[in-house]
């Protein structure tokens, strides 16, 4: 997701991590907000994803096994069961989304700009993030808390991003290690927390302002 005008390079990062995730075997749905950027939503449901290029730089675990399988004398083996194991991958673009808290719920990792509205929605469900892009300033800080609390990267290219995805989605005991160390740093409570602050300094107030009458 980019925000509710679906900025980034959203459509380079969908692209990089269908290519990605299909070549590492990774069965999975792609959901791209896409906010009021109705073109790119337009393009993603156009796009024939089946005929991209799968010539893409191998994801670390690929890299892993290929080096493993040469090691052990069997490079033709691995080759065979690469090819023959590829990902089922779709691709949803949405519109500007009111329900992203369902879909965070049944989601896996988070691809997101540095929002802090949106750290704080997936960090109070315990949710991984890879970040792709931060507003210089403002943003910056955000991207130290998901990093420093260990539930999430900054990647800045897009077949980095995708690399580092299909690694995490492959590897369930890090995934479910990022999910705690994320719901550690939520607060799912905050909302009702500030109202409840809200109100109390308010009703102190009022009662102050009585008294000095």
Known sequence: MGG?????SLATSTEALYKQLRNDGVDTTICVVCG????????LASKNWDGLDRNIKPS???????FLGRFIGRKAKWN???????????????GFVTNM?????????????????????????????????????QEAGNVDIVVDGGFGLYRKYPNE?????????NDD???????????KVGNPNAAS??????????QECLEKNKAAK
């Open 4 to 8: 509710g005008e679906g900025v980034g």
């Open 36 to 43: 009021r950027n109705e073109k790119l939503k337009k393009e």
């Open 60 to 66: 670390k675990r690929q890299r892993v096994k290929r």
């Open 80 to 94: 065979r069961v690469q090819n023959s194991q590829e990902g089922n991958i779709d691709v949803v673009g949405l």
């Open 101 to 137: 808290a369902e879909y965070m719920v049944a989601t896996d990792v988070l691809v997101s700009k540095a929002g802090p509205g949106t750290i704080a929605e997936a960090a109070a469900l315990g949710l991984p993030v890879m970040i792709t892009s931060f507003l210089p300033g």
């Open 161 to 169: 991003i995708a690399g580092t995805v299909a690694d995490w989605l």
């Open 173 to 183: 005991t890090l995934l479910e290690k990022m999910s705690i160390n994320s719901a």
């Open 193 to 202: 927390d500030i109202v409840l602050d809200i109100g109390a300094i308010t």
